[in-house]
């Protein structure tokens, strides 16, 4: 089982769109995917028509009182199942706080699933947190979505520095560009460099279309609802670039 | 919570088919359907084995074929998926475990099928339409299938249209309340049977109908003659009932019921045969011995063959390339001797002595004053066939040749088979206790005679290899070995013999042997 986050510090970037087509694309491949809709915003679970809502609430789950397996739902799409976004994980780190290993936290909850799915994307929330050394510790690849800007590229930067100085286990980088404005000169110049200077940033770059914003009108990926469209090509090659970065090259027969 | 799959049957009264497709309606504003793709034919080949045994052990087999798939599908008792492997070639032939494509499926049938054949039972095409249903939130909670179900053999018969509501994960809550909803709507029934017994009820078959055990109902007060008789057709049954598979050589249990048929048969006859009418015993005794006779060689060859593995496991010295000549000598007799017992079993001998013997069996009647009356008869056969096992066993010794060991063998097959013959008249408990003592002392003594048997089988197969020159030194040299580890398991079956014995002897053993023939009376 390999664990993918979309994460960045910053919100608005795309992280959302991207960990429902990358998961439905995963699934579709025929891989058995759990998304786990981490933000207290809810966007995943509202795009998938999930409820909102844990059992016991994120308090329960992290306590471990009760089995994540329980809280987990089904999608409408073959071997793509959602752990759905909770109101109180916005007390997450409260939570998380509170327990012996607080930063292997979400690594031990999610050991149990390692026989039933081969891929766990967390969709996480925007912040530098208690939580983010989580996913940072049970991730094996974290997807960061930039708007090409300089500061954007800083904020790279220091999250690559970050992620070199944790102890023990440490996620591969994937950056990627994202919410491109083509006609904006300085997003074109920064997305068309940077991917030949660095290895941590994506090939495949996904620009600002409205099929990608459509995706909450139509409550499903850009991917499934409109696979032949200019959105869902991107993030088919953002797809393969994840795959082979997360060392997830053999698809599962019957796919 | 499991996922369990809820089924029903659209029942209909004028017995006209649904059109395919057609779903009971929902009249519940919080509950929609919405479509669930094109419908799928699928053809359908349920497997089991003669005697049953994945039925029975609450399993079901199912290759399926459709458009582009193909797949053996294992399901529990309630429906629930144990295993499925893709197949490329559909299953049209008995086929045993080691002819599937290796991984779990196969490695959960094969503990269950053993040597058995799986073999088609039924087939049927179904066209399964497929729904979603959807909460308020148009959030697909279950999938609702039609399945419009024609058998095609043994018989084409239609099926009544069957609905499986299948919960996703996380809204079983939900799914059962639309299930409700649904066993509440007009000519809908909860289904009682799988969709596998629908198919073989409606082709009139009825599953487990074979078993090899003598399962007639005696009473303790029906005159004996007519108690021998209806054992002796039931073994009759079985016997005929195996014959077309012992014949087609599908695998080697067919014809092991049918030689166990046919000794229980010659048992009964020797100890029980005193009251059929006039000689029948004595006429048929001759005939059964030919019948068990013609068994043998073919029998005692796939023994051999179905203990190869462990033979070769056994060796020390040799490897399996050298004894491996000596497997395709004992396939090449196997073949031939099977061409020999196939010959004996379609010989008109043999038809005219299951028809004969079976119209004599129908003309068995009840004797004047409908004596002697089972229960006592049952009763006095069996203690004396007890009480010649424990005096035969009590005179052997260190110094007692093999024969001693051979005869108290028989003796104890015997008193085994009455046991079992009138089984129907003891409690299962008792019996169960009795039977268990016995069959301790019976496994002692056939490793004892059975490896003393391979063994001078084996100098036979030694002497014949060596005299075609057709093996290599190599070979008779690891037959050698097994030769040698056949001598030590003779030698430590001899050594429990006193403890086995000094069990069944015991005042508890001898008790729970009486206790039987005492209820019996």
């Not at chain 1, 089982?1 to 025929?30: C, E, F, P, Q, S």
């Not at chain 2, 999938?143 to 043994?154: A, I, R």
């Not at chain 2, 079985?238 to 048969?265: K, S, W, Y």
């Not at chain 2, 007799?333 to 008109?348: E, V, W």
Request: aromatic share 6%; charged share 25%; hydrophobic share 45%.
């Amino acid at each position: 089982m390999k664990v993918v986050a979309a994460y960045n510090i910053k919100g608005g970037v795309g992280k959302t769109a991207t960990a429902v087509n990358i998961a439905y694309l995963a699934a579709a491949d025929g891989y058995r995917v759990l998304l786990w809709d981490l933000d207290p915003q809810a966007a995943a679970s509202f795009l998938f028509r999930v409820k909102p809502r844990v059992k016991g609430g994120g308090k329960a789950l992290i306590a471990g009182k009760r089995p994540v397996d329980l809280a987990i739902k089904a999608t409408d799409f073959d071997n793509l199942d959602l752990l759905p976004a909770d109101f109180t994980y916005r007390n997450l780190d409260l939570h998380l706080d509170g327990e012996r290993k607080p930063a292997t936290r979400l690594r031990s909850l999610l050991s149990p699933l390692r026989r039933e799915y081969d891929l766990v994307m967390l969709d996480c929330p925007p912040s530098i947190s208690l939580l983010s050394e989580n996913v940072l510790h049970a991730t094996d690849l974290l997807l960061v979505p930039l708007i090409p800007t300089t500061l954007s590229v800083r904020t790279l930067d220091q999250l690559t520095d970050f992620v070199a100085g944790l102890d023990g286990h440490r996620p591969k980088i994937l950056a990627f560009f994202s919410m491109i404005d083509r006609r904006k000169r300085l997003h074109l110049q920064i997305a068309g460099e940077l991917p030949a200077r660095r290895t941590d940033v994506a090939v495949t770059a996904i620009p600002a279309l409205s099929m990608i914003e459509r995706m909450s009108v139509q409550r499903a990926p850009v991917t499934a609802s409109s696979p032949r469209s200019q959105a869902a090509r991107y993030y088919r090659e953002l797809w393969q670039e994840v795959r082979e970065r997360a060392g997830l090259s053999r698809a599962r027969p019957g796919s | 919570m499991l996922n369990a799959v809820r089924e029903f049957v659209l029942v209909q009264a004028d017995e006209a088919r649904t059109p395919a497709g057609s779903f009971p309606q929902l009249a519940d504003p919080r509950f929609s359907l919405a479509s669930g793709g094109p419908s799928r034919r699928l053809r359908r080949t349920w497997l089991d084995t003669f005697d049953w045994r994945l039925f029975r052990a609450g399993l079901s087999l199912e290759f399926s074929a459709g458009r582009g798939t193909s797949e053996l599908v294992l399901t529990g008792r309630d429906g629930e998926l144990v295993a499925v492997e893709p197949v490329t070639e559909p299953i049209r032939r008995p086929c045993l475990i080691d002819e599937l494509p290796a991984g779990p499926l196969s490695e959960h049938l094969a503990s269950v099928v053993g040597v058995r054949a799986l073999l088609p039972v039924a087939r049927a095409t179904s066209v399964l339409t497929q729904r979603r249903a959807l909460n308020a939130d148009e959030k697909t909670i279950a999938v609702l299938t039609v399945d419009q179900m024609t058998l095609t053999q043994p018989r084409r018969v239609p099926t009544p249209p069957r609905v499986a509501i299948s919960p996703l994960r996380g809204y079983q809550a939900q799914a059962a309340r639309l299930a409700d909803l649904l066993a509440l709507a007009p000519g809908v029934a909860p289904a009682v049977h799988s969709a596998f017994e629908s198919a073989l009820r409606a082709a009139g078959r009825n599953p487990g109908d074979y078993t090899s055990k003598i399962d007639v109902q005696l009473t303790g007060d029906m005159p004996a003659a007519l108690a021998v008789a209806t054992v002796l057709t039931r073994l009759l049954d079985t016997m005929q009932a195996n014959v077309p598979g012992t014949i087609r050589d599908i695998d080697t249990e067919f014809l092991h019921d049918l030689r166990i048929a046919v000794r229980r048969t010659r048992s009964v006859l020797k100890m029980a045969g005193s009251v059929l009418p006039g000689s029948m015993a004595a006429r048929y005794r001759p005939e059964f011995k030919w019948l068990g006779d013609l068994t043998t060689p073919t029998r005692d060859l796939d023994v051999y063959l179905l203990g190869y593995a462990q033979m070769v496991a056994g060796l020390v010295a040799g490897t399996e390339p050298e004894l491996r000549p000596f497997h395709e000598y004992l396939e090449a007799q196997r073949a031939a001797s099977q061409r020999q017992l196939a010959r004996g079993l379609r010989s008109a001998r043999f038809t005219h002595l299951s028809s004969r013997w079976r119209h004599e069996l129908e003309q068995v009647a009840a004797p004047p004053g409908r004596r002697p009356a089972t229960g006592k008869f049952a009763a006095s056969r069996i203690a004396r066939a007890h009480q010649r096992v424990l005096r035969n066993g009590s005179v052997i010794n260190a110094a007692s040749p093999p024969e001693a060991l051979h005869e108290l063998r028989k003796l104890c097959k015997e008193l085994r088979y009455l046991l079992e013959v009138f089984a129907s008249l003891h409690d299962a408990a008792a019996q169960w206790r009795a039977v268990n003592e016995l069959k301790a002392l019976q496994d002692c003594l056939g490793e004892f005679q059975d490896t003393e048997v391979q063994q001078a089988e084996l100098r036979v197969f030694a002497r014949q290899l060596m005299a075609d020159r057709s093996v290599p030194a190599e070979t008779i040299l690891a037959m050698g070995e097994i030769a040698a580890t056949l001598a030590l398991r003779q030698r430590a079956a001899r050594g429990e013999f006193a403890g086995r014995f000094a069990g069944f002897a015991s005042p508890r053993g001898v008790a729970r042997i009486g206790a039987l023939s005492g209820a019996a009376s």
